[in-house]
C-alpha cells in the first residue's frame, strides 16, 4: 500500500505570497490532519478534514485553510505569508485517530 | 486540560545506555496513549502505544509504562543504540471527539 504523499517536497517563498500543498492519503483513509512542524513548537495540530468536512481545528490565524477532495485528497493554504510561517507541514491521513500515518512533509522557507 | 507535557526537551545516552521519556496528561477521558518516533527528514512513525488499563507494554527494546493514578506514562529504551537516535513524541487520544494531542517531542542522541 502506498504511504501518504506530499507535494512539493521543498517551497521557498517571499513575504505576502500564498503557498498551496498537496497531500495524498493512504488509499481508503477519508481522515487528513495537517501539522506545522518547528523546532520550538513541536507538532502543531491545523486542522482535520474528514469526507470532505472540517471536523477539528487549531488555534491558526485565518490565514490558513485548507479542503478535502471527494478522493480524500487534501490542500491546505496560506495566504499573506510571514517569515514566522517558514516550518515542516506534514500531513497525515488515519482511518481512527489511535494511529496517524504521517507523510514525509514540505519545508516552507519564507524570505 | 487538553495538553500532554512531554519532558526532556532534550536527552544524551550512552550507547547501551537506558532513555526514559515521560509523559503527563490532565483529561482522564483520553483513552489510548501512543509514541510516535521521527528520524530527520522523515515524517513520525507510530512506535508503540497502550492503553489505560494496561500499566505495562513491551516491544522488544521499547516498553511504554503507564500509572493511571498520577497520568504520566513514560517510553523507556532498553540498550540505547545509535540508530534510535530520533525524535521522540508521546499522545493521546481522545477517540470520541477524533482527536490526537501530541507532546512537544524529546530530541534523542545516543553517543556510539
Known amino acids: 500500500k502506498a504511504g501518504v504523499t506530499q507535494t512539493p517536497r521543498y517551497l521557498i517563498k517571499t513575504r505576502g505570497q500564498q503557498v498551496t500543498l498537496s497531500c495524498s492519503p493512504i488509499s481508503g483513509h477519508r481522515s487528513v490532519s495537517w501539522y506545522q512542524q518547528t523546532p520550538g513548537q513541536g507538532l502543531q495540530f491545523l486542522f482535520e478534514y474528514f469526507s470532505e468536512t472540517q471536523r477539528n481545528k487549531g488555534n491558526f490565524p485565518g490565514r490558513f485553510s485548507g479542503r478535502q477532495f471527494s478522493n480524500s485528497r487534501s490542500e491546505m493554504n496560506v495566504s499573506t505569508l510571514e517569515l514566522g510561517d517558514s516550518a515542516l507541514y506534514l500531513c497525515?491521513?488515519?482511518?481512527?485517530?489511535?494511529?496517524?500515518?504521517f507523510g514525509p512533509g514540505t519545508r516552507l522557507t519564507v524570505t | 486540560q487538553q495538553q500532554v507535557k512531554q519532558s526532556p526537551q532534550s536527552l544524551i545516552v550512552q550507547k547501551g545506555g537506558i532513555s526514559i521519556i515521560n509523559c503527563a496528561y490532565e483529561?482522564?477521558?483520553?483513552?489510548?496513549f501512543p509514541w510516535y518516533q521521527q528520524f530527520p527528514g522523515k515524517g513520525p512513525a507510530l512506535l508503540i502505544a497502550i492503553r489505560p488499563d494496561v500499566s505495562e507494554k513491551k516491544e522488544g527494546r521499547f516498553t511504554i509504562s503507564f500509572n493511571k493514578s498520577a497520568k504520566q506514562f513514560s517510553l523507556h529504551i532498553m540498550d540505547s543504540q545509535p540508530g534510535d537516535s530520533a525524535t521522540y513524541f508521546c499522545?493521546?487520544?481522545?477517540?470520541?471527539?477524533?482527536?490526537?494531542?501530541f507532546g512537544k517531542g524529546t530530541r534523542l542522541h545516543i553517543l556510539p
Open positions: 499522545a493521546a487520544t481522545l477517540n470520541r471527539d477524533d482527536k490526537i494531542i
Open positions: 483529561n482522564t477521558a483520553f483513552d489510548y
Open positions: 497525515a491521513s488515519s482511518l481512527t485517530p489511535y494511529e496517524q500515518y
